[in-house]
Every structure is written in structure tokens, then in C-alpha cells.
């Protein structure tokens, strides 16, 4: 069964406070009457060790004892017992069983009981009663401990049988009084009690639903902040983080309606116009087919960059582009690109400088670096007047490798979105080529800035000298 936080913090909270007034009692009980029994017996025992010492004394005298005599031993009895701890008393009779001490029994009811037991227990032949031992007997509604011992000497008539006994109290009375009060005091917490830890239990369970609707919210795209009003710690981190997830979520999901409005109108041009010319060579409009050709293979191209370029992105925001590492050497890799972009650059006139500086080696990804490379280098032919120049240098452990173009430069209010996906400049191609240089260059650690100066654009990418460190994983 499934109970709601709330339920699940109150329930065992009633249970216990109802579970520890009555483990409260019947500790109180067992530890009251525990220590009734433990206080008689050390008593009783005490006096029996005192008693011991003196009838040993008397038993072992060497002389024959006249009446005076057995009266000092009974004096000396009454002494110990008149000055024993608690409520331990003595009951003295004479070889006819008579009483001789107290004398004034018959005042005492529990001495007039005692004596009839004595009595019955004596005078017949299967007493429980030993020569001297302690045993536990009921009298009356009266439980006491006992202790009897027979004197056996023959001249010892005055006191011939002697018995020891001390009251265990009952605990009734004084637990029906003590639990009215415990009963009270417990009552009074656990009604605090419950009507507390309902409002706690509250204070959790009520931020812990409207997380769990946010929750749900964000999973049906619904991303609003969430305010729980929560006071626990762990409560209010799981809120800002849940608010932070939203607030990434929702950029996340403007990116990709944007990216998919984009991507559609970057297929759905050049889809056009392959259809339009398609159509026209099929019902005869052109006689010379052969520029219809060409601009149904040069849009072709476009729509197949523009595809290569979404494929890239995608298989690197998913992380299934494997890193690969290779030890390069930098002027040489350069080199090896620049006289492949050297064609682009004569077809729109503007001259390539290659100031490759040092001999630098690094571990890198060679098919990341080259995209990265590549598309930075071709943005910056696009939009210079007449040169592109491409310098590099090392600072501890990175190297800066920066290409300068001698365009307008780039205005403040691009420079946010300039690596933004199908974000396009005047002479903007697609829109992905940036942004496929800096997701590349991100990939393997590295990064790339944009800087507007007033004569042109720089484009700064920083490598590590060893990427193994910095790749994301696969």
C-alpha cells in the first residue's frame, strides 16, 4: 500500500506515541515492583544476619543459661528488631507455641494472622516450613517475606521458635495513581504531539507534491518556475535545481524549435528550386538544359552540406563521435589545409598569409581540427576584402592558433550569436558552419572566440598540446 509522505511520517509518530506511554507503564510497573521485592528481601536478610550473629552467640555459650539469662537473649532480639531498617518485624514464640514476643499481639491483625499460620504450619507433620529458611506467604491481602528458625536447645523454652517477616507492599494502589498522572502528562504530548508533527509532516510532503507537479510539468513541456515554499534544506536545493533544469530545458527546447525552423527553411530553398527546374526539364520550358542541370547540382550541394552539417552536430550533441587522437605537428597540418583553401580564396580574389611561427606538436583529432579549421578559415574569405592571415603561438601549455580577416568585422550585437546554428551574417552561407567549428573544437577541449576589430574579424581557437585529457567521452 502506498501512503503519502505525510502518512508516512505521521503514522509511525502516533504509533510511538502511543506505544511509549504504555512501555513507560509497564517498565514503571516491573521497576516499582522489582524494587518492593529487592528493598523486603534486603531488609529481611540484613535482620536475619544480625539475629544469626546473636543466637550463634547465646547457642555457643559454655555456661547454663538461667531464666535471666534467656530474658537477655530476648531483650537483645527485641533491641535488633526495634532498631532494624524498614519495616522488618519478629514474632517470638516458646517451645508450647505460645507468643512472647510481642506481647501485645492481638492489637496487630497482621501478627494475629501471622500466628495462626504459624500455628497451622507448625503443628502438623508436612509443613512447607524448613528449620530455617525464607519463604514467601500471603496473608490476609497482604503478601510478606518470612524467615523461621528453631532454636533447638531444651533449656530454651522462653524462646524456642523465632520468625522474621517484612511486608512487600502492593504496587496497585500506588501505580493507579502514578498512571492517572502519567496518563495525563502523556495525553497532553501527544496531542501537542500529533497536531506538531501533522503541521511538519505538512511542511514536506506539501513542497514534495508541487515538485512532483513540476515534475510533471516539465515532462509535458510546461517549464515554469516553481516556488514550494519549503523549509528543509535538501527541499530547497531540489528546488533551484529542478528550477535550473527547467530554465535550460526551456533554452534547450527554444534552440531546437529554432534550429528545426531553420534547418527546414535551409532544405525547403534549395528542395525548390531542384523541384522547380526539375519540372521545367520535364515539360520542355528549357531548351538548353544544361544550366538547369547546373542549378539543380549546385543546389544539390548546398542541400547536402546543409545535411553533412546537421548529421555533424547531431552525432556530436549525442556524443558518438569517437575522439582520435594523433600527434601532429602544426605547421606541417596547416600547410596541408592552406593550400586546399588557397582555390576558394582565388575564386573570390583574396590572398592567403601563412605565418605558422614555430615548430608546435600537440595531440589532437585530426578530422575535428580540420573542420574546425577549415569553416573558421572559409568564413573569414567570405566576408574579407582582400586577405586572410592565419598566425600561431604557444603560452604554457596551450596553443592559440588565430585567422584575421580585413572585413567589416563583426557588429556588438552578433557577436553573442555568431557560433549559433543557422545564424547568418549578410553574406552568410547556411548558418551551421561556425557553429560546427566550435562544437568540433568543444569535442576535443578546445574553444574558439570571436573578436570585431576595426579593421576586420579575429577568430582566436586555443588547443590544448594534449586533448586526451579534456575530449568528452564517447
Known sequence: MKLSIRMKIF???????????????????????????????????????RTGEVVARWETASFAMDDAEEDGLLSELRGLVQTAAGETKMLAL???????????????????QLYALALSELTQPDTRWESEGTVEETIGENRYLLYYKYLEAEDRERVSH?????PIHDTSVILDRVSRLVLMIMGFMAAVSIVLFWFVAGSISGPVRRLCEAARGIGEKKFKPVKTGATVKELCELEDEINQMQEKLLRADQTERTFFQNASHELRTPLMSISGYAQGIQRGVFADTSQAA??????????????DGILTLTRMDQLRYQVVPVRIELREFIGERFERLEGLAYSKKIKLILDPGEEFFLITDVQLLERAFSNVVSNCIRYAKATVHITTESQEDQIFLTVLDDGPGIKNEELPHLFERFYKGKNGNHGLGLAIAKRSLEYM???????SRSAGAAFIIRLPQDCRSFAMEE
Open 11 to 49: 503514522l509511525p509518530v502516533m504509533a510511538l506515541l502511543i506505544a511509549f506511554p504504555v512501555a513507560a507503564w509497564l517498565i514503571f510497573a516491573y521497576s516499582l515492583e522489582g524494587n518492593m521485592n529487592y528493598n523486603a528481601r534486603r531488609d529481611l536478610e540484613l535482620l536475619i544476619r
Open 94 to 112: 516458646n517451645s508450647r507455641y505460645r507468643v512472647v514476643y510481642p506481647r501485645n499481639y492481638d492489637d496487630q491483625p497482621e501478627m494475629s
Open 162 to 166: 523465632m520468625i522474621l517477616y517484612c
Open 294 to 307: 547546373g542549378v539543380i547540382l549546385e543546389e544539390s550541394n548546398r542541400l547536402t552540406e546543409v545535411v
Open 445 to 451: 577541449g578546445a574553444d574558439i572566440e570571436a573578436q
